[in-house]
C-alpha cells in the first residue's frame, strides 16, 4: 500500500508559477514510477510527467518547457515546477505511484490560472 498526499496548488494569474508537491508513504521501497497527472472539469484525467526510479521524465506536449518533474532528496517526495501557466492548465492535479501494475493516487490540488 501506498499513500500520496499533494500540496501547493492555489489561485494564479496567467504567466505565473506554482509548485507542487507530493509526499509517498507506504511501502515507497516498491514504486517503480512515480507521476503528475491532471483533470480539468469535463474532461478526462491526462499525464502532466512521468518519471521512472533513476530513469527519464516524459512530459506531455502542451507543458514542455513550462513544468519540471524533480524528485527531493528523500525517496518519498516528488515535485512538479509549474511556470508560464496558462489558464488551460487549470485541473485538479494528482500525484500517481506505480507499483508493480497498481496504481495509487492522491486526492489531488486544485490548480487555477486566472487570465
Known amino acids: 500500500q501506498v499513500q500520496l498526499v499533494e500540496s501547493g496548488g492555489g489561485l494564479v494569474q496567467a504567466g505565473g508559477s506554482l509548485r507542487l508537491s507530493c509526499v509517498a508513504s507506504g511501502s515507497i521501497l516498491r514504486i517503480n514510477a512515480m507521476g503528475w497527472y491532471r483533470q480539468a472539469p469535463g474532461k478526462q484525467r491526462e499525464l502532466v510527467a512521468s518519471?521512472?526510479?533513476?530513469?527519464?521524465?516524459n512530459y506531455a506536449d502542451s507543458v514542455k518547457g513550462r513544468f519540471s518533474f524533480s524528485r527531493g532528496i528523500s525517496k518519498n517526495l516528488v515535485y512538479l515546477q509549474m511556470n508560464s501557466l496558462k489558464p488551460e492548465d487549470t485541473a485538479v492535479y494528482y500525484c500517481?505511484?506505480?507499483?508493480?501494475?497498481?496504481?495509487?493516487w492522491g486526492k489531488g490540488t486544485l490548480v487555477t490560472v486566472s487570465s
Open positions: 518519471n521512472t526510479s533513476g530513469g527519464s521524465t
Open positions: 500517481n505511484a506505480l507499483v508493480g501494475n497498481m496504481n495509487y
